[in-house]
């Protein structure tokens, strides 16, 4: 438990302290080999901040803070000064670490005479008084020695500065005193961490091996204190002792370059570690060193020659390793003789590799037990794993633009630090905080699990290297949500158990009121998925759905049914999958259009129309002909869905036949309005816009038509196999690579695109569109803008709406052959 409470152990000390005294250093009785030191300058300024930033207010509220405050009580009883206060920390036993104050002794070393749970005993050590004080349980150690006063936690650790300053053994320690130094005494305080010793302090901290490392960094840390309201960030310096034997003395004389990991971490990832360097062949030198190989060592690193930065991806306990390059095209052809295809994944080859040890060969220890066993390249990254699935995963973000480089949590995070640094760690807080949970007591299970990260999501430090010593940084900083505003996540990745036959779409759940997913496969599985990616049921049918899936509610009673046509069958389908009596309607004709779904006054008195070639048949909710419906048969196929419009109170049923002739019905199938003109239809439905009945011909001209049958035409320039959709005021086209919304032309890459579509949401025009090809989904405003962080990786028409009723928009589209994308538009 002391393990876990040593990290703040030291500021909830300081907001316990009442009186002011005159400074004094104490350097020379602090115990050998600790860990870390504060050195508190202001004391009342420290409280001040602590109590006004915004993290520790969250941790406030937990019964781990209380509990902190418990164990931390007798601190109230010590007259102890404000200023030049030093709290130092040892680890005594595996990973329990004790805590000692040093300061100016004073007269009256307890306040305690208004408490009545405390017990004071006097025992000697060496003719030496100790006072053992217990306060509420709580035992500390205070011993006097030349008018220190020393106070601890462990009655060893007195002990052994009592021999100490017998022995006369008590001078400071010239590397920590290097150290102790550099700090700035204009700070609110200071921290000087001995790195060798702190491995324990930080392994629950860091991802992988990360903290291992931060051990092996270098000897010592000296760190200034900086607390605002909604941030704690420390600088300082890094020293080494021995300039052979720690990771910063890698870097030595090595110009740092940006760090660009962050561009390919995963925002849902544990976090990453970055490493960068100028002149690799530096770098390579002094690994050899560090490893005590032999500069002749036979290995092969010309792959690594325009390389100037290496790093780790962590995820649990999956790993990528990756390398940015300034010339992406020389790593490639030393590439071309030690790999083999192995896969592909969304257009971007994945290659076997032949010398899967030479990461660690070649960069221990900055890489440790890192296997290369597959590799891509995206752009000018180079990027190992051990597993294909660990690349899928970084290639979708990446393609997706779901990493941390375009996070605003993290460029809000990192905005106060170098850009470029020779060694940049950044932690997820949330799996911070998931681990810390995981190890804790039970009873403080639940306070850690509740506290809101979110808002903290990042931990970030550096190291940048400058001759003789590195600069140190680290940052903790509140990010509101709202400053993710404009970016696109990837919330679900769902695999299907054969490849998808056509677009999955957002259905309502009726019992929630969120939306859930419909998709049909190619071996004709019908498919509800929750929009949390769970796979509700799968369902049989006969034959693939044409059209989409419409839904009704077929009994008034607020419960939503799928109904839609396949080849033969016309289906309703209730929540849990089961067909609703008298459905399926079974045919021996082919049902050649998409099932047409009318309810002419909104009362739910639904009329369903199906076509049979040139055979029309309507039927009602239940299953029954409708023998009021007159219009039977036409002499040509019909080529579009049948579609219904009410405007001013009269019924128009559209329906287009082959030869280019429009029928204009009413709702009993009997002629409206008669349309003198044949149309050249270009296969596109029939839209009401601009008040008129509009298409378009093979010509590329708007076609409308009045409600006295008159027709106009329009040339908007459009190609063959252009595709349009339409609102009252809103006519959107594809032709080529024009994507064309209101008049305003946007100028697209080549490709195959699907038709546009346009979506009507919280008074918004959304208009989108995929080009197949090259696998971009396009999302624009109404006036053809761009929404930000569009295209994202998709191979299908989406559907856009807002699934879980939180504000925000999610779209759904075909992934790879099986697979299904959920994306959120923050």
């Not at 690594?304 to 930065?309: A, I, R, Y």
């Not at 597959?374 to 690349?391: A, M, R, W």
Request: charged content about 25%; proline content about 3%; some cysteine.
């Amino acid at each position: 438990m002391k393990k876990i409470f040593v990290a703040v152990i030291v500021l909830i000390f300081l907001s316990c302290q009442k009186n002011e005294r005159k400074p004094i250093s104490a350097l020379n009785y602090i115990p050998k080999d600790a860990s870390l030191v504060f050195k508190i300058n202001n004391l009342q300024e420290l409280k001040s901040g602590i109590k006004n930033n915004t993290f520790f207010k969250e941790i406030a509220n937990t019964t781990f803070y209380t509990d902190l405050e418990k164990y931390l009580e007798q601190f109230n009883y010590l007259n102890i000064p404000d200023n030049n206060l030093l709290i130092s920390f040892n680890e005594v036993g595996n990973g329990t670490f004790e805590y000692t104050i040093l300061t100016e002794s004073t007269p009256n070393l307890f306040l305690l005479d208004a408490l009545a749970d405390k017990k004071i005993e006097t025992f000697q050590y060496e003719n030496i008084d100790i006072h053992k004080t217990t306060i509420k349980n709580t035992v500390s150690f205070t011993v006097i020695l030349d008018d220190i006063l020393v106070n601890s936690s462990s009655q060893l650790l007195i002990e052994n500065n009592i021999r100490q300053f017998k022995a006369g053994n008590n001078e400071v320690n010239a590397s920590f005193l290097k150290a102790y130094e550099t700090i700035n005494d204009n700070s609110v305080g200071a921290l000087i961490v001995n790195c060798t010793n702190t491995y324990s302090f930080f392994k629950d901290l860091f991802p992988g091996n990360t903290s291992k490392n931060i051990s092996k960094i270098s000897d010592w840390l000296a760190l200034d204190l900086t607390l605002e309201q909604n941030q704690i960030v420390t600088n300082g310096i890094a020293l080494t002792n021995d300039a052979n034997n720690k990771i910063s003395s890698l870097f030595y004389k090595n110009k740092p370059e940006v760090n660009s990991l962050a561009s390919l971490t995963p925002v849902n990832s544990d976090g990453f570690i970055s490493y960068t360097y100028s002149d690799w062949e530096l770098l390579h030198q002094n690994l050899l060193q560090f490893n005590q190989k032999p500069e002749t060592t036979k290995l092969n690193t010309t792959l690594f020659d325009t390389s100037n930065e290496v790093g780790i991806i962590y995820n649990g306990t999956e790993k990528c390793t990756a390398l940015h390059y300034t010339n992406i095209e020389a790593a490639k052809i030393e590439l071309e003789s030690i790999q083999t295809l192995a896969d592909e994944y969304r257009g971007v080859s994945i290659y076997k590799f032949n010398d899967f040890k030479i990461l660690v060969d070649t960069f221990s220890p900055l890489i440790p037990n890192s296997a290369a066993n597959f590799h891509i390249i995206l752009d000018d990254f180079l990027i190992f794993s051990d597993k294909v699935e660990n690349l899928h995963a970084i290639i979708s973000n990446y393609q997706n633009k779901s990493t941390l480089a375009n996070a605003n949590s993290y460029k809000n995070a990192i905005s106060n630090l170098n850009d470029e640094a020779s060694i940049l760690i950044v932690s997820n807080n949330l799996s911070f905080k998931n681990a810390i949970a995981n190890q804790i007591k039970n009873n403080y299970k639940k306070d850690i699990q509740k506290l809101a990260v979110k808002e903290y999501p990042h931990f970030i430090i550096q190291f940048v290297s400058d001759r003789e010593f590195s600069h140190f940084n680290a940052t903790i900083k509140e990010t509101k949500k709202e400053s993710e505003s404009g970016s696109v996540s990837q919330l679900l990745n769902i695999t299907l158990d054969a490849d998808i036959a056509n677009k999955p779409q957002f259905v309502i759940n009726h019992r929630s009121k969120q939306k859930e997913i419909v998709v049909q496969d190619v071996e004709n599985n019908l498919y509800l998925i929750s929009n949390k990616g769970k796979v509700l049921w799968k369902k049989k049918l006969d034959s693939p759905i044409n059209g989409t899936v419409q839904q009704i509610d077929l009994y008034k009673n607020g419960r939503l049914q799928l109904t839609f046509a396949t080849s033969n069958q016309f289906h309703v389908i209730d929540r849990n999958g089961n067909e609703v009596n008298p459905f399926p309607l079974k045919f021996s004709q082919r049902i050649t259009q998409p099932l047409a779904v009318f309810d002419y006054d909104k009362n739910k008195d639904y009329r369903f129309l199906l076509s049979f070639g040139k055979d029309l048949k309507m039927y009602d909710r239940s299953g029954k002909i409708v023998s009021g419906f007159t219009f039977k048969e036409v002499p040509n196929q019909i080529v579009t869905t049948p579609k219904h419009f009410r405007v001013n109170g009269k019924d128009y049923l559209v329906i287009a036949e082959e030869n280019g002739k429009l029928y204009i019905l009413d709702r009993r199938g009997k002629n409206r309005t008669r349309v003198k003109e044949n149309i050249d239809f270009s296969g596109n439905e029939i839209f009401m816009y601009q008040n008129t009945f509009s298409t378009t011909d093979n010509k590329g001209n708007l076609i409308q038509i009045d409600f006295r049958g008159k027709a106009s035409n329009q040339n908007l320039d459009l190609k063959d196999n252009h595709k349009i959709d339409a609102t009252a005021k809103t006519l959107v086209s594809i032709s080529d690579n024009i994507l064309s919304i209101k008049k305003k032309k946007v100028e697209l890459d080549f490709g195959f695109y699907t038709e546009p579509k346009i979506f009507y949401i919280n008074d918004k025009i959304y208009v989108s569109i995929t080009d197949t090809q090259n696998n971009k989904v396009y999302l624009f405003d109404s006036n053809a803008i761009p929404i930000p962080n569009f295209p994202i990786y998709g191979i299908s028409a989406i559907d856009l709406a807002d699934i879980d009723n939180n504000n925000k928009l999610e779209l759904v589209v075909q992934g790879e052959k099986r697979s299904i994308l959920v994306y959120r538009l923050n």
